[in-house]
């Protein structure tokens, strides 16, 4: 049923029969008269007010000028990849030559909607079923390019193909949405792995540039602590040398050796005297129970360390003044004969 369906003639797109010769005759606008004489084309009556001669002319075909719409019948089609299809359309065309129309073809309609068909299936076959759904739009050109190579000498010219439905086998489309499910679902795989991406770009970014500050601000602070260290040095120096000159003024002035001396002495009989109280292990000297020479070496170690002092003094000091005793041997003498 569906074959004589597809194989049986289009719809006359005639309203009623052909007008009949009463000598005046009104055409319609958008309608082509075609007047045969004796049985032989004679002319094309134009819309408007027409003569014929009665019994001798006789109008034989009626075209339509306007443009027609015909519904192509579902087909059966198989793609590249073996893949049934049933699919139909619409197809739109005019008649641009009403005389090749009438005497070119027998039914022009019928002829167009065959074309389409059978090219459609063709053309259907050189794509696989995923290009039918995404090209559409280049079949349906290359169907009406096909369709119009063909039609030119029948006076017809397609205008456009739409594709209206295409019916996929229920396994097909059963497999097509599974493909649909897993592409959404890699898409979303993607997706989310692309955002684990971004926000691991973003967390070591982040740390970068936190590593970067803390670097910049321990730099800083290094550069105020060594800049604090160098000013507190230099403080202590100053205050350690303006110290020394006070010493030195101290020590210039009467009887600051003997003063100088007495202090070395006392610090050397503390330092002894603190000897067994930071560790189990003592060094102590041979004489450590003869006071005088303890005192009298610590004076000699002053005294050598002050001599170079003591020399340049002389050689500055007048001869009067080198004559006389030095203040150090006289407490010397004084303390040992105390301890005597």
């Known amino acids: 049923l569906k074959r004589a369906a597809r194989l049986a003639p289009a719809p006359c797109r005639w309203n009623s029969g052909l007008p009949m010769n009463i000598g005046v005759l009104f055409v319609p606008q958008q309608e082509a008269w075609v007047v045969e004489r004796m049985g032989k084309f004679h002319r094309i009556l134009e819309p408007g007010l027409n003569f014929l001669i009665p019994l001798l002319d006789r109008i034989r075909y009626v075209q339509s000028l306007k443009e027609i719409v015909i519904n192509v019948p579902e087909q059966s089609a198989v793609t ?120 691991a770009i973003n967390v070591a970014e982040g740390q970068k540039q936190a590593q970067i ?77 003869d006071v005088t020479n303890m005192v009298a070496q610590a004076l000699g170690i002053y005294t050598t360390l002050t001599k170079p002092q003591a020399v340049k003094t002389q050689d500055e000091m007048p001869p009067a003044q080198e004559e006389s005793h030095s203040p150090a041997t006289e407490v010397l003498k004084a303390e040992q004969g105390s301890s005597s």
């Open 80 to 199: 590249l990849d073996n893949v049934t299809l049933q699919i139909d359309g619409v197809l739109y065309l005019r008649v641009m030559d009403p005389y090749k129309a009438s005497y070119g073809v027998e039914d022009p309609e019928y002829a167009v909607t065959q074309l389409a068909q059978t090219t459609m299936r063709s053309e259907l076959g050189k794509l696989s079923l995923d290009r039918v759904f995404r090209e559409r739009e280049s079949l349906n050109a290359s169907i009406v390019d096909a369709i119009n190579q063909a039609s030119d000498c029948w006076g017809i010219r397609c205008l456009r193909y739409e594709i209206k439905d295409i019916h996929v086998p229920p396994r097909v489309k059963e497999s097509m949405q599974m493909q649909v499910e897993a592409e959404r679902r890699k898409r979303a795989t993607v997706l989310e792995s692309e955002g684990t991406r971004e926000s």
């Open 213 to 289: 500050l803390a670097s910049e601000a321990q730099k800083a602070e290094q550069i105020n602590k060594a800049a604090g260290e160098a000013n507190a040095m230099l403080v202590k120096a100053r205050a350690k040398a303006e110290a020394i000159q006070l010493l030195a003024a101290a020590l210039a002035q009467q009887h600051g050796n003997a003063a100088a001396s007495l202090s070395v002495a006392e610090q050397y009989v503390n330092a002894f005297s603190k000897i067994a109280k930071d560790s189990n292990t003592v060094l102590l000297p041979a004489n450590t129970g």
